[in-house]
């Protein structure tokens, strides 16, 4: 499994020769932020999870800082992020509006359909979309950071199990293989 992932994963080499990267050398260069195993497996899943959720384009850069803070592996953190997209971002935020609302007892704005999506202009869709979600207010926001934590700790406990069925199965298969 780890090797499967592996090949996706640019080199140590790869990373410490980038001109773009030597400001930050001491801080993305860490071992633990490019190293594969099943805890900062896990703990990348979690993030990217956790993050994927924050609105607008500062997904990433928030799944980076929890990488940075938790020193998991940064590029499975980033990739994982990519779970929200503009076909899966509104339902996961009715989710959300749905979470925050039961949480906070039914007390908070009425949920309005989003804005359908404008081919001919996508800016305006934006705006359109924007103001939507800033008008549901407090339920989103505790139901996103609910979410988030829900998701992050499934996703979490997801690869754990993951990671150690992959492992007994594959020293199973050697102990089979010794055996004959």
Not at 9 to 19: M, Y
Not at 82 to 90: G, K, Q, R
Not at 92 to 105: E, I, N, Q, R
Not at 144 to 170: E, M, P, Q, S
Request: net charge positive.
């Amino acid at each position: 499994m780890r090797k499967r992932i592996r090949r996706f994963l640019p080199s140590h080499e790869a990373i410490h020769g980038n001109r773009w990267l030597a400001p930050f050398a001491d801080t993305l260069l860490h071992p633990r932020l490019w190293h594969l195993n099943r805890h900062s497996a896990a703990g990348a899943v979690a993030a990217g999870l956790f993050c994927g959720l924050i609105p607008g384009p500062f997904q990433m850069l928030g799944a980076a800082a929890c990488c940075l803070v938790f020193r998991v592996n940064l590029p499975l953190a980033l990739v994982t992020t990519l779970y929200t997209n503009p076909l899966t971002i509104v339902p996961l935020y009715v989710v959300a509006v749905t979470l925050g609302g039961f949480v906070l007892g039914g007390g908070g704005a009425e949920f309005a359909a989003p804005p359908a999506y404008d081919f001919s202009d996508p800016a305006g869709w934006m705006q359109a979309m924007s103001a939507w979600t800033y008008g549901l207010g407090k339920p989103l926001v505790i139901g996103l950071v609910l979410l988030g934590a829900l998701l992050a700790t499934a996703g979490y406990f997801a690869v754990k199990a993951a990671w150690r069925w992959h492992l007994i199965r594959a020293w199973r298969r050697r102990r089979a293989g010794r055996s004959q």
